[in-house]
């Protein structure tokens, strides 16, 4: 129902920036709500990043707060992480997931649709 490609993941040094991005297609109703998850070898998945369509309400993660972005262009079916000074910690597969509703979500299993992933890798 909910289609999701993620793109824009690669290597980069320490201090670097890139520019994650999501394309949706699908129904919409199910994809109001979007959030970027990262999972590093041997952890847990995290919840870098959510918005929510329509409202002006968004979620950064302590850890990336002052260094990410999440914007969307719902116009295109786009959602971007915007990913400012990169350290190694930062390394890691980042998922787009999609949710219905409206509520921030920021555990994994309250997200219906995941992307394939994209991988981030941030050298020291």
């Known amino acids: 129902q909910v289609q999701l490609v993620e793109s824009g993941g690669g290597l980069v040094q320490a201090g670097g920036s890139l520019r994650l991005s999501c394309a949706a297609s699908g129904r919409r109703d199910r994809r109001s709500v979007m959030g970027w998850f990262r999972q590093a070898p041997g952890k847990a998945r995290e919840c870098v990043a959510v918005s929510s369509r329509g409202t002006s309400r968004k979620y950064i993660a302590d850890s990336v707060k002052g260094r990410f972005t999440i914007s969307r262009e719902d116009g295109k079916d786009m959602v971007y992480l915007q990913m400012n000074n990169l350290q190694p910690e930062d390394s890691a597969v980042y998922y787009c997931?999609?949710?219905?509703?409206?509520?921030?979500?920021?555990?994994?299993?309250?997200?219906?649709?995941w992307g394939q992933g994209t991988q981030v890798t941030v050298s020291a």
């Open positions: 997931a999609a949710s219905g509703g409206v509520t921030l979500r920021m555990e994994s299993y309250e997200y219906d649709y």
